[in-house]
């Protein structure tokens, strides 16, 4: 559990009464990263939503192949800066991460019990409302990173 409080200091939460706010924060915990650490990895359950509080996390999409076991490569997105969301995909069916994120530097995260908080939301329909509207929003900006990173990669 962490403090209401910290969930208050992020623009990401501003939608949530105090009641609201409170039910998250007793399903979330703050945890720490070492440099290097693998905080999402692509293909596992997506069981947690964060929120960067200090540090730094690089955002990569992988690209694998169903016809050589072998094949991975990693394309660098963005960087994930203090106070954004990431892990999404667990508000979202089928509930699998879709990227990975890789802690740059020692890092603190929120880290947000995602089955305790989609059971909040099927008991709190404003709660359940706000909150997949903050997540569009956050998707729609990770997509507009990555058209820019194509749009740069062409020749």
Do not use: W
Request: charged content about 25%; glycine content about 4%; aromatic content about 10%.
């Amino acid at each position: 559990m962490i403090s209401p409080e910290l969930l208050r200091r992020f623009l990401f939460f501003s939608f949530l009464d105090d009641a609201q706010l409170k039910a998250v924060a007793m399903i979330a915990d703050e945890i720490s990263y070492d440099k290097g650490a693998v905080i999402i990895e692509v293909g596992q359950p997506a069981d947690a939503l964060f929120v960067l509080i200090e540090g730094d996390v690089s955002y990569y999409l992988v690209a694998t192949s169903e016809h050589d076991p072998y094949y991975k490569k990693e394309y660098f997105i963005s960087k994930i800066n203090p106070g954004e969301v990431f892990g999404a995909s667990a508000m979202i069916e089928p509930y699998v991460y879709t990227a990975t994120l890789q802690a740059d530097k020692p890092s603190k995260a929120i880290k947000i019990n995602a089955p305790a908080l989609r059971a909040l939301c099927e008991l709190d329909l404003k709660l359940s409302c706000g909150l997949h509207r903050a997540i569009a929003q956050v998707m729609m900006e990770r997509l507009q990173q990555t058209r820019i990173q194509l749009v740069a990669a062409k020749p």
